[in-house]
């Protein structure tokens, strides 16, 4: 099977849920130098609705249409209601998408372009979460990518590839994080195969955030009282502007256990991090481009190999 259904024995789903695929996965994996370090960057935003999300929304959508589930509704910043409109359009779902007044241009259009029904929230994200639970409560399905398992192993399978393009783990692996699947999906799936005897290490993860909502690195760093100057400012990252991240306890434990740290970067440092990566060929939206001040600044604490997660197009930003 081509990409990430690969993996399917990995994937928790009974043997006659159908397969639905737009042929996510098996994403490149580039090595470029910043100065004197050699970075390999993992290009999620060439999956097939432009972001890593398509690795969750294949799982989802396939669960989905095994239920015979025929509407859904989903909240998003952009991307991951992109990917749940395409992926439901190919499963034959009628999709509404809640998003806030502020997401991107393309991405609205995007998701139009699927067919999806796209409701716009005014004010922050966290106001289309609250309206799609409405939604939701009034008996709709609520194919949530926060809430509900499915992206997790789905996002695992980033990790197995890693490993086999690789020829060996990664000693650091840097990533951007709002809601912290994509995390949780790595870890789980080193964790896999460390338990299977598959690999002999775990490598350090390092989550990004904007500075400008950086809940889960507040917490971190100062413990529960970080939250109390924590807001839900507007950011050039809007794909993790994610104020209350569903899984934020856990995802605080598995960087523990892990090794792994939360850094938060400036909004003034994020375009020029996109323009550098652009430079070096990679079009990506500033969502991605908050790696780039880590990889700048914390070489000298970051594990051999290196990996950074390029999760979104530079074709979803307008801008």
């Known amino acids: 099977m081509p990409g990430i259904w690969r993996y399917r024995h990995t994937f928790n789903l009974a043997a006659d849920t159908p397969l ?37 929304s294949s799982l989802l959508a396939s669960f989905l249409r095994s239920r015979g589930v025929e509407a859904a509704v989903e909240d998003s910043s952009g991307n991951a209601g992109a990917s749940f409109a395409a992926y439901a359009a190919r499963a034959g779902i009628k999709a509404r998408i809640y998003i806030p007044d502020s997401a991107s241009g393309p991405k609205r259009a995007q998701i139009h372009a699927y067919g999806a029904e796209v409701a716009r929230i005014m004010g922050p994200r966290s106001n289309a979460t609250e309206a799609v639970k409405r939604a939701a409560e009034a008996g709709m399905a609520y194919a949530s990518h926060a809430y509900l398992p499915f992206n997790i192993p ?58 400008a909502c950086a809940p889960l690195w507040a917490v971190a760093a100062y413990g529960a009282v970080g939250l109390g100057f924590v807001g839900e400012a507007a950011t050039l990252a809007e794909g993790i502007r994610v104020r209350h991240p569903v899984r934020g306890d856990i995802l605080l434990s598995t960087l523990a256990a892990m090794n792994g740290t939360l850094v938060a970067v400036d909004e003034e440092d994020i375009l020029p991090g996109r323009d550098q990566l652009a430079r070096r060929g990679f079009y990506v939206e500033p969502t991605s481009a908050v790696v780039w001040p880590v990889l700048t600044r914390m070489s000298e604490e970051l594990t051999r190999p290196i990996v950074s997660i390029l999760t979104g197009s530079g074709f979803k930003y307008q801008g």
């Open 20 to 56: 639905i695929s737009l042929g996510e996965g098996n994403t490149p994996l580039l090595w470029d130098r910043i100065g004197d370090l050699e970075v390999a960057f993992k290009l999620e935003y060439l999956n097939p609705t432009g972001s890593f999300k398509d690795r969750g």
């Open 154 to 211: 789905g996002y695992a399978t980033a990790a197995y590839e890693l490993v086999e393009q690789l020829g060996e783990v990664p000693g650091s692996v840097i990533l951007p994080v709002g809601q912290g699947g994509l995390l949780l999906g790595l870890a789980r799936g080193f964790q896999a195969m460390h338990r299977a005897g598959l690999v002999d290490k775990i490598p350090r993860l390092v989550g990004v955030q904007a500075r």
